[in-house]
């Protein structure tokens, strides 16, 4: 069974840092795409960052680049999110997710059950 | 905002249908990505419903179509039951944005 299981999530000033960690479980983790995604209290699901399997390419939605980094341990079973310069609006309940893809479409097959960001002076 | 349009809420009586709508343009679903439906019950996380326009993963019931047309795609729920009240989210891949997208979520609610 597939397991993805985040942590590192935290109360944290303006300006501040922090790393997310993902620890996966029940699959064989190098073969697959990760995803980052986000849900602000109260708000809907906003994809953040996605990394492939050997980690050797990421992409971020705007309002992160150049602040956050994801990067993953094939070794270790593990994916990270480096998060920097910490705004109010980073605020939320940041999932871990596995990608899947059909026919050329991707999809998230697989979520965690995500860890608690709260940027606050 | 998102660049995926959902309605805020649908409703309906139980064994009733309703639907869900998920309009988008040119550079996402019109564009021929596929889009997805993600099943969130309150306090949990999301859960994959429907993928790549009308597929169901395996345990999720029957009840439970997709369709995709043009710029739009559809969620139909059949039979509603009261577990069923949930927020439903679509999911494409934007070109434009060169970003996946969500709709901003649609509450069900069972009347």
């Known amino acids: 069974e597939v397991h993805l299981v985040e942590s590192g999530g935290h109360l944290v000033q303006p300006g501040g840092s922090l790393r997310l960690s993902c620890a996966a479980s029940?699959?064989?983790?190098?073969?697959?795409?990760m995803y980052w995604v986000r849900q602000a209290p109260g708000k809907g699901l906003v994809w953040v960052s996605h990394i492939n399997s050997d980690g050797s390419r990421a992409t971020y939605a705007d309002s992160v680049k150049g602040r956050f980094t994801i990067s993953r341990d094939n070794a270790k079973n593990t994916l990270h999110l480096q998060m920097n310069s910490l705004r109010d609006e980073d605020t939320a309940l940041y999932y871990c997710a596995r990608r899947d893809c059909s026919g050329g479409s991707c999809y998230v097959d697989h979520w965690g059950q995500g860890t608690l960001v709260t940027v606050s002076s | 905002q998102s660049v995926l349009t959902q309605p805020p809420s649908v409703s309906g009586a139980p064994g009733q249908r309703v639907t869900i709508s998920c309009t988008g343009n040119?550079?996402?679903?019109?564009?021929?990505?596929?889009v997805h439906w993600y099943q969130q019950l309150p306090g949990t996380a999301p859960k994959l419903l429907i993928f790549?326009?009308?597929n169901r993963p395996s345990g999720v019931p029957d009840r439970f179509s997709g369709s995709k047309s043009g710029t739009s795609a559809s969620l139909a729920i059949s039979g509603l039951q009261a577990e069923d009240e949930a927020d439903y989210y679509c999911?494409?891949?934007?070109?434009?944005?060169?970003?996946?997208?969500f709709g901003i979520g649609t509450k069900v609610t069972v009347l």
């Open positions: 040119s550079s996402n679903i019109g564009a021929g990505y596929g």
């Open positions: 790549v326009n009308t």
């Open positions: 999911q494409s891949y934007d070109s434009s944005l060169s970003a996946y997208v």
């Open positions: 029940g699959f064989t983790f190098s073969s697959y795409w």
